[in-house]
């Protein structure tokens, strides 16, 4: 495995295997690898030749009381998982290097951000677009792995591929979870111990959700209170938002059918957890 800090470097490797007709697996991270980061490279390196994984703590993405500073990092432990996991190329560039001076062009996305997350975050998916077309255009990827733990993300990183024909496949891949049904993400960290116990409450609250669904219950506002009686009665956990949405439009549904995301985000003490459930009707 390579570890290549700069974008010069990182564009001319691609381009030698690009030559070599060899197809270029990537997946975007933040660092701080889980058990969901490995299953995206996993995916990856079953599907192409060469996998290149980036860790990169964007800032853009970040509100000006968000994270940023806090947000966990270990590049050592992260260096040793990539290299067990058969990465070939580790894309760690400082911020410098992404961001020299103020852009002078950003992504604005204009749909599906006025809801979830994207309506507590102003302007993080901008962000995310704008560091992910960056990344895009250093990696020049076959395909892109994402979790589909950030649904919205998944959703907006769709509609930036097709919208900008980047010669991309975008793939999502089903969310990895603790045994107790708490999806995995880099943030669990920052749980104290009795909410680590809580949060399990999440999931539960979501597949029972699931399940008066399944058992015929097609009224949003009934699904959506009895969940958050649910995480209320079960845990400290304050309650960001629970929705229900066409999936990937996101737009809002007065009754339940087709393709529909059940998603939800809580604030803990230190950190705020994000989870969902997508189900065909
Ligand atoms: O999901 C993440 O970790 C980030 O949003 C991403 C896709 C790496 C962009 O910074």
């Not at 992260?78 to 950003?106: C, G, I, Q, W």
């Not at 919208?163 to 749980?191: C, M, T, W, Y």
Request: with cysteine; aromatic share 8%.
């Amino acid at each position: 495995m390579r570890v290549i800090t700069t974008i010069k470097e990182m564009q001319i490797e691609i381009l030698k295997k690009k030559a070599e007709y060899k197809s270029v697996g990537f997946v975007p991270t933040m660092g701080f690898l889980h058990e969901g980061h490995l299953t995206l490279i996993n995916k990856a390196r079953q599907e192409n030749d060469v996998v290149v994984l980036s860790i990169f703590v964007n800032p853009l993405q970040f509100g000006p009381s968000e994270d940023f500073t806090t947000y966990p990092r270990d590049f050592e432990r992260d260096r040793a998982l990539a290299e067990s996991e058969k990465v070939d190329y580790l894309f760690y560039p400082a911020v410098k290097e992404m961001y020299p001076h103020a852009l002078s062009n950003t992504v604005i996305v204009q749909e599906r951000t006025d809801v979830l997350c994207g309506r507590s975050r102003p302007g993080h998916f901008d962000g995310v677009a704008t560091v992910l077309t960056k990344l895009f255009n250093i990696v020049m990827p076959t395909r892109a792995y994402f979790g589909k733990k950030d649904a919205q993300q998944v959703a907006v990183v769709d509609g930036l591929v097709k919208d900008f024909n980047f010669p991309i496949q975008i793939i999502p891949v089903d969310i990895v979870r603790e045994e107790d049904g708490l999806a995995k993400s880099s943030r669990n960290v920052n749980l104290l111990p009795e909410e680590r116990l809580q949060a399990a409450v999440l999931y539960r609250s979501l597949k029972a959700a699931e399940a008066a669904i399944l058992e015929g219950e097609r009224s949003p506002a009934k699904i959506k209170n009895s969940i958050h009686q649910t995480i209320a009665a079960e845990s400290n956990a304050f309650v960001d938002y629970i929705e229900i949405l066409s999936y990937p439009e996101l737009k809002t549904l007065e009754e339940l059918n087709g393709t529909i995301i059940i998603a939800l985000a809580v604030k803990f003490t230190n950190v705020r957890l994000i989870d969902n459930l997508i189900l065909e009707l």
